[in-house]
């Protein structure tokens, strides 16, 4: 390391070592005699539009902080991944780079294990958007039949706003639907995908006053963990506890989990997934 970067030049030693990472024969660039491997500072600097002093000084570790831009536009030269690009920003600005949202393509085979592997549990994975794009069994008998949907309905506020069914299983569906409406208005602008809901909030504000009329409150909210009561159609009345958790590397998608309040609503639910129905009629 050159005597300039001192050891606690966190942004510059990065920068170079991502530097010094990147194929300069991938980008065309002539090999000839380069005294280190990867790309030469001036290389990167035009790639990333900056002047070569500014970049030099950044590798340096002098010139002062840099803008979200200047780092934004490195990131790019540098091709760096989502994670790497957070780890520039968190180590030369102090904080994470502003999101940027990105439509989902779905959960892996591995994560859909994981929500499988939770038998008594119903468990969902939701986008930022809230649209339901992965299930377990026991959410199916507990929550919905997301199956026998079409995708486009899968969305969690036009369920509780649009569907007869959704609504009777809720204990108080309107404090419900309120905690629905400003936990996904907080969850929409932390991923960075205000812009992505705008046709949603629209067709929901003309289709359901109730929403047009919660939507304009403005409330915002949290998902975390608590307590959901439901009228279910077989078992009655019923808790379910929830916790709400953000998958890793994955800031498209976060997974609900609901796991029955007590041993007897777990029985049941055990009873229902198997196929042998409830153990006593719903009241």
Not at 231 to 257: C, I, K, N, T, W
Request: glycine share 8%; hydrophobic share 45%.
């Amino acid at each position: 390391m050159d005597a300039h970067l001192r050891n606690d030049n966190a942004l510059g030693a990065f920068l170079r070592d991502r530097r010094c990472r990147m194929d300069a024969a991938a980008f065309g660039l002539p090999m000839g005699r380069r005294r280190t491997p990867g790309l030469r500072r001036e290389e990167v600097a035009q790639r990333a539009n900056v002047s070569v002093t500014w970049y030099t000084w950044l590798e340096q570790g002098r010139g002062g902080a840099p803008s979200a831009d200047v780092l934004d536009r490195i990131a790019r030269a540098l091709m760096l991944t989502d994670v790497e690009r957070e780890h520039l920003f968190l180590i030369g600005l102090g904080r994470p780079p502003e999101v940027r949202y990105r439509e989902s393509d779905g959960v892996s085979p591995r994560l859909q294990r994981v929500l499988d592997a939770m038998e008594l549990s119903p468990a969902l994975i939701k986008t930022a958007t809230w649209d339901v794009v992965a299930w377990n069994r026991a959410a199916t008998v507990m929550l919905a039949d997301y199956g026998a949907m079409a995708p486009r309905e899968r969305n969690v506020l036009r369920m509780m706003f649009g569907d007869p069914a959704v609504r009777a299983r809720q204990h108080d569906w309107e404090s419900v639907a309120r905690f629905v409406v400003a936990t996904f208005r907080a969850e929409a602008a932390r991923a960075g995908a205000t812009g992505n809901i705008e046709a949603l909030v629209e067709d929901l504000s003309r289709s359901s006053p109730e929403f047009a009329a919660m939507w304009r409150e403005k409330e915002v909210g949290q998902h975390g963990e608590g307590t959901k009561t439901l009228r279910h159609p077989q078992l009655g009345l019923m808790s379910l506890e929830y916790s709400a958790f953000a998958v890793d590397g994955r800031p498209d998608l976060s997974m609900v989990v609901y796991n029955p309040a007590t041993p007897e609503v777990a029985a049941e639910v055990r009873r229902l997934i198997e196929g042998a129905g409830p153990r006593v009629s719903a009241p």
